[in-house]
């Protein structure tokens, strides 16, 4: 279960960033607050996880999900480029998250 | 400039704080304290990311805030160590890196 809860926080922590880097560059207010949202989600998550898992696991997976998520949403969404090499990176982080998943 | 990273350090050990205090805090007092903590790791992370490369910044500043709870967790809450974990936490922190080198890269 904790895993499920790390994973959502994961998904909401890309959320936020995704709108924290929007956020940066229009500085309007309604970006600010989605990123408030995003991150409070995320936070709420992780903090269920971590009632359960090692601090370093659980934060490292929560920001690689989050970074790996911001980029794919910013291919889905925002027309960033599906250059190759990012999704190569994608995937060093979730084979990282995968293994320790299996070695927990 | 020294100023600007500092503050992603600044904003890294706040970071550890609050991870510590999710995990750990029972009384008002200890969830104020975290409270606080996540305020302070996100203003110095703001405050950093208005001034330096905001991806190379968050890439810093995650790497040294699981640096830190990984340290922590198993110096001070004798959380258990492998070297399988701290591999795949190193290759979790490469991909990050690796990712925002190349994101950096093309947006030039």
């Known amino acids: 279960m904790a895993w499920i809860f790390l994973i959502i926080a994961g998904l909401c922590e890309m959320l936020g960033v995704t709108f924290m880097n929007w956020a940066l560059q229009r500085r309007t207010w309604p970006l600010w607050l989605a990123m408030v949202v995003g991150y409070g989600l995320s936070f709420g998550f992780l903090d269920l996880a971590l009632q359960t898992l090692p601090m370093g696991t659980a934060y490292a997976i929560w920001t690689g999900i989050g970074a790996a998520g911001g980029v794919l949403t910013g291919m889905l969404f925002f027309g960033e480029s599906r250059n190759w090499r990012k999704l190569i990176w994608v995937g060093v982080i979730l084979i990282a998250v995968m293994g320790l998943k299996l070695i927990s | ?108």
Request: aromatic letters at 14%.
């Open chain 2, 1 to 108: 400039m020294l100023k600007h990273w500092s503050r992603i350090v600044y904003g890294a050990i706040f970071e550890v704080g609050w991870v510590v205090g999710f995990k750990h805090a029972a009384t008002l007092w200890e969830w104020g304290l975290t409270a606080l903590a996540v305020y302070l790791s996100f203003y110095f992370l703001i405050k950093a990311g208005e001034v330096l490369p905001a991806g190379t910044a968050y890439a810093v500043f995650v790497g040294l805030g699981t640096l830190g709870t990984t340290v922590t967790g198993i110096l001070a809450f004798g959380e258990p160590v492998s070297p399988a974990k701290v591999a795949l936490i190193f290759l979790l922190l490469i991909g990050i890196g690796g990712l925002q080198v190349v994101t950096a890269r093309e947006e030039h």
